[in-house]
């Protein structure tokens, strides 16, 4: 396999640093250093290909580290965002048959319900015949309400 030159280039939050001296399953391993400082050793078309975009610590990110920081940002800067930060990020209730937050089944008028309460408003609150659609928009309701705090608790960090 021919020698690619990758130093310093890009790939997701890795930049690779330099060629690591050794080849894995047919491929140039490089040396690359993470956004979050850690070092890590990958195959050139791992990189290449975007299967790898971080030491590991990516996704951890994204689902559950974010949140968590969030969390911490709410507590000093706005408890109402917090609290709600909190029901997404807490245990759903033994009462709630769809095992989704934020989603319930309505038995009398057979349909499930989709609710999300942001700083303390109503802002979702539909039913649907199908779990899946009411999943659905409870999922794009969070996205849509949930998403601009943790961007803005990224922005006040830097
Ligand atoms: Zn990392």
């Known amino acids: 396999m021919a020698r690619i030159?990758?130093?310093?280039?890009r790939f997701g939050r890795l930049v690779a640093i330099k060629d690591a001296g050794y080849v894995d399953h047919g491929h140039r391993v490089w040396e690359c250093k993470c956004d979050c400082g850690n070092t890590v050793f990958v195959r050139a078309?791992?990189?290449?290909?975007?299967y790898t975009k971080s030491c590991g610590c990516?996704?951890?990110?994204?689902?559950?580290?974010?949140?968590?920081k969030a969390h911490k940002w709410g507590r000093t800067h706005d408890l109402k965002e917090h609290t709600k930060l909190s029901v997404l990020n807490g245990k759903?209730?033994?009462?709630?048959?769809?095992?989704?937050?934020?989603?319930?089944w309505k038995g009398p008028r057979k349909l499930w319900?989709?609710?999300l309460y942001f700083k303390g408003v109503l802002v979702l609150d539909s039913g649907f015949a199908k779990k899946e659609d009411a999943i659905k928009a409870r999922r794009e309701a969070?996205?849509?309400?949930?998403?601009?705090?943790?961007?803005?608790?990224?922005?006040d960090k830097e």
């Open 113 to 115: 319900i989709a609710r």
């Open 5 to 9: 030159d990758l130093t310093g280039q």
């Open 58 to 68: 990516l996704q951890a990110s994204i689902s559950r580290e974010n949140l968590e």
């Open 142 to 155: 969070e996205e849509k309400y949930f998403k601009p705090i943790l961007e803005k608790y990224h922005r």
């Open 45 to 50: 078309g791992s990189l290449k290909s975007g």
């Open 92 to 104: 759903i209730s033994s009462a709630n048959k769809s095992g989704v937050r934020g989603v319930y």
